[in-house]
């Protein structure tokens, strides 16, 4: 596609970072976070370790997109793993590690009588260490980060969207206001990367292109089917529209006008004859003469 974004100094950060993180404000389009999603398991595709986190939980509308479930609300730029424990600080006796089989065990030992740490009391994440980049996408002027405010550096950030976050100025920004939607600067960015993609990329692209633009209706423009050409090319399947989806199956009769034509009454034969039998008043007979040649005179013209 010819967009014209700034595609080597994008490929040069992405390959320069150890991580990547994609950030969504609160309650975003559904363009927005198919775009994210996107975006991610290319990233994924490449072996470069990337997270998506939001400012809201995700709603029931985005369980279509593949990968919606990995989204959490918690920064992990970082590359240092932090383990927490839910559990009581002062029941812990010690913590201690050892490396057998090879590997690094972490020891919690509780204290005497004290219960033991069970699993799902132990959270993971990640702080510090080197630097990840930073993707924005789909935010706007009004956008709001929440809790995450206080923990994204926008000046480092990456800004993919269709209009430009405030005062804002990160290490790159490519805003597309003329695009139809996020989905639509995504597609191009991945196509003009030259990197592969496969059907649950191209599916979240899509699905969000058809939201974004209503299917396609009113003024989508030249950019926005040619970025759906491509994710068909990619594998992208088209699901049934609303009208097909309610007249598959039906069969329909096209009306007819009434005719006028009323029926009329059967003709019945004599087996003796032949002939038609007779039916209602029988006919006069014919004058003798009827066969006869007919003399007419000048005195009768």
């Not at 490929?11 to 991580?19: G, K, R, T």
């Not at 990840?132 to 980060?145: P, Q, R």
């Not at 970025?227 to 598959?248: D, P, V, Y």
Request: aromatic fraction near 8%; proline fraction near 5%.
């Amino acid at each position: 596609m010819n967009k014209n974004y700034p595609i080597s100094e994008l490929q040069n950060l992405i390959e320069q970072a150890a991580a990547v993180q994609i950030v969504l404000a609160a309650n975003p389009r559904f363009d927005s976070v198919a775009a994210a999603l996107a975006f991610k398991l290319a990233l994924q595709k490449r072996g470069k370790p990337v997270n998506v986190i939001a400012a809201s939980a995700m709603t029931v509308e985005f369980n279509r997109l593949v990968g919606v479930e990995t989204i959490g609300q918690k920064n992990e730029s970082g590359s240092n793993l932090v383990i927490s424990l839910n559990y009581p600080l002062d029941q812990i006796e010690k913590v201690s590690y050892n490396d057998e089989g090879g590997h690094l065990n972490l020891v919690v030992e509780p204290k005497a009588g004290a219960p033991r740490v069970e699993r799902n009391q132990a959270e993971f994440s990640y702080q510090g260490g080197q630097s990840g980049l930073t993707f924005i996408i789909g935010a706007n002027n009004n956008s709001d980060f929440g809790s995450l405010n206080k923990e994204l550096n926008f000046n480092e950030a990456v800004f993919i969207g269709q209009t430009q976050v405030g005062s804002a100025v990160g290490r790159l920004n490519i805003i597309d206001q003329q695009a139809s939607s996020n989905c639509e600067i995504m597609t191009a960015l991945i196509s003009d990367l030259g990197w592969m993609a496969d059907e649950d990329i191209a599916g979240n692209l899509l699905l969000g292109l058809e939201n974004a633009t209503r299917n396609f209706s009113g003024e989508a423009s030249a950019d926005a089917f040619e970025a759906a050409a491509i994710c068909l090319r990619w594998g992208a399947k088209r699901a049934a529209s609303f009208a097909n989806r309610e007249t598959q199956g039906r069969t329909f009769t096209p009306n007819r006008p009434q005719s006028n034509f009323r029926p009329q009454p059967a003709k019945t034969f004599d087996n003796r004859t032949n002939k038609p039998a007779a039916t209602g008043n029988p006919a006069t007979p014919a004058s003798p003469d009827w066969l006869e040649p007919k003399v007419y005179k000048s005195s009768e013209i």
